[in-house]
Every structure is written in structure tokens, then in C-alpha cells.
């Protein structure tokens, strides 16, 4: 079992930035994928943005590339999303998520495991 923990969620204009972080604990010690997920009200879950194990590969959504960038902190088992130029269709509650990977090269737009979330609302 992988748990996850978010942070980093708040309040901000619109045109700012937010970065968010996500803490794992448990069975971390094998290699695996990270990612984010967000869920506007009255929306499905939508698929944000993923880093492979060894943080080389990435993959994005259309709507966040170019503004949003994920990375990852393997000594501290934290992965980021560094959020810019943000703007009211951002405003989502924001999941952390991971799954088990043996190709540390590879990423995913499926897991197993959820964080809590952190809500992040832009004003406009």
C-alpha cells in the first residue's frame, strides 16, 4: 500500500501561480508512477499530468501543457505540480495519485493508489 499526501492548495488570482506538493508513505521503496488528477464541480475526475520513476519521462494534459510542469523528489518520495498563468477552469480540487511501475522510464494515465486532495481556487 502506497498512502499520499497533498498540500499546497489555496486561494489565488487568476494569471498567478500555486505549486502543489504530494507526500508518499508506505510501500514507496519500489519503483512507481506519480501523477495528478483534478475534479471541477459538477465534472468528471480529469487526468492532469504524470512523471515516470526516474523523472525523465512526462505526459500532460492538453488543456495544463506549457503552463503546468510535474517533477519529482525521489530522496524526499515527493512529486510537485508547479501550476502558472492559472485561470478560473483550473479551479479543481486536485488529487495526488500513483501506481506500480517496473519501466522507470514510463508513465501512466492509470493508478491505484489516491491522495485526499487540495482544493485550489482561481478568482477572476
Known amino acids: 500500500q502506497v498512502q499520499l499526501h497533498e498540500s499546497g492548495g489555496g486561494l489565488v488570482q487568476a494569471g498567478g501561480s500555486l505549486r502543489l506538493s504530494c507526500v508518499a508513505s508506505?510501500?514507496?521503496?519500489?519503483?512507481?508512477?506519480t501523477g495528478w488528477f483534478r475534479q471541477a464541480p459538477g465534472k468528471e475526475r480529469e487526468f492532469v499530468a504524470a512523471?515516470?520513476?526516474?523523472?525523465?519521462?512526462?505526459d500532460y494534459a492538453d488543456s495544463v501543457k506549457g503552463r503546468f510542469t510535474i517533477s519529482r523528489d525521489l530522496n524526499k518520495k515527493s512529486v510537485y505540480l508547479q501550476m502558472n498563468t492559472l485561470t478560473s477552469e483550473d479551479t479543481a480540487v486536485y488529487y495526488c495519485?500513483?501506481?506500480?511501475?517496473?519501466?522507470?522510464?514510463?508513465?501512466?494515465?492509470?493508478?491505484?493508489?489516491w491522495g485526499q486532495g487540495t482544493q485550489v481556487t482561481v478568482s477572476s
Open positions: 508506505g510501500r514507496t521503496n519500489s519503483g512507481y508512477v
Open positions: 512523471v515516470s520513476w526516474s523523472g525523465v519521462s512526462t
Open positions: 495519485a500513483a501506481r506500480s511501475m517496473i519501466l522507470v522510464h514510463a508513465t501512466s494515465r492509470e493508478f491505484d493508489y
